[in-house]
């Protein structure tokens, strides 16, 4: 079992330097497929986005079935609004540490099962948007950022409302214990892009 652990967390830390860079360079071969077709696959290409999405909607399938459309469309709202707001002032940041951050996060949340309220469950999902919204801006350079915008914003939507179809099906005990371990890899994978991210910053490259 020390042998399968070892490689068990060589394969997470490995995962986790690949996806820190992701969302720097994942724009660039996308814009030839239209302004709105651009945002869309800019959100289904960023693994870390997709990471923290499928973890909200993991979450989210242990609160109550009332919070799927609240949430869903919150995350919609703020992914819209993030992309819009950063790329009309033209900000320039690299959001993949904060983006893992919330992965952290919400991978925790949903491996404790913690049952929350709508408030914090939605701001959560708020801040999921946001953050995916604005880490989607690069790619909106010289095309329709209106477009772009809903695009990303239905891609970030419908990442969640399908990870909600699917959890919600699982209604055995085995299968509820599988999803808890799949977000427990979520928080661990944001933890190791967290971890290289911040390892450049101190000359470890």
């Given at each position: 079992?020390?042998?399968?652990?070892?490689?068990?967390?060589?394969?997470?830390?490995?995962?986790?330097?690949?996806?820190?860079?992701?969302?720097?360079?994942?724009?660039?071969?996308?814009?030839?497929?239209?302004?709105?077709?651009?945002?869309?696959?800019?959100?289904?290409?960023?693994?870390?986005?997709?990471?923290?999405?499928?973890?909200?909607?993991?979450?989210?399938?242990?609160?109550?079935?009332?919070?799927?459309?609240?949430?869903?469309?919150?995350?919609?709202?703020?992914?819209?609004?993030?992309?819009?707001?950063?790329?009309?002032?033209?900000?320039?940041?690299?959001?993949?540490?904060?983006?893992?951050?919330?992965?952290?996060?919400?991978?925790?949340?949903?491996?404790?099962?913690?049952?929350?309220?709508?408030?914090?469950?939605?701001?959560?999902?708020?801040?999921?948007?946001?953050?995916?919204?604005?880490?989607?801006?690069?790619?909106?350079?010289g095309i329709s950022l209106g477009l772009y915008s809903l695009g990303g914003s239905i891609g970030a939507a419908s990442v969640i409302s399908w990870g909600l179809i699917a959890t919600r099906r699982v209604n055995f005990d085995w299968g509820r214990i599988a999803l808890r371990?799949?977000?427990?890899?979520?928080?661990?994978?944001?933890?190791?892009?967290?971890?290289?991210?911040?390892?450049?910053?101190?000359?470890?490259?």
């Amino acid at each position: 079992m020390s042998r399968l652990s070892r490689g068990l967390k060589a394969l997470t830390f490995g995962v986790g330097a690949v996806l820190a860079p992701l969302p720097a360079g994942a724009h660039t071969a996308l814009q030839s497929m239209g302004s709105f077709w651009s945002g869309v696959a800019h959100v289904l290409t960023s693994l870390d986005q997709i990471a923290l999405l499928l973890g909200l909607a993991i979450w989210v399938s242990f609160q109550d079935r009332r919070l799927d459309a609240p949430v869903i469309g919150t995350a919609f709202l703020a992914c819209l609004a993030g992309m819009v707001v950063a790329a009309a002032v033209g900000l320039q940041f690299d959001f993949s540490s904060l983006v893992a951050a919330l992965m952290v996060l919400v991978g925790l949340a949903a491996a404790a099962r913690l049952q929350m309220g709508t408030g914090p469950v939605v701001a959560v999902a708020s801040a999921g948007g946001l953050l995916t919204g604005a880490a989607s801006t690069a790619g909106a350079a010289g095309i329709s950022l209106g477009l772009y915008s809903l695009g990303g914003s239905i891609g970030a939507a419908s990442v969640i409302s399908w990870g909600l179809i699917a959890t919600r099906r699982v209604n055995f005990d085995w299968g509820r214990i599988a999803l808890r371990a799949g977000a427990s890899w979520i928080a661990a994978i944001g933890l190791m892009i967290v971890a290289v991210a911040c390892s450049r910053y101190f000359g470890h490259r």
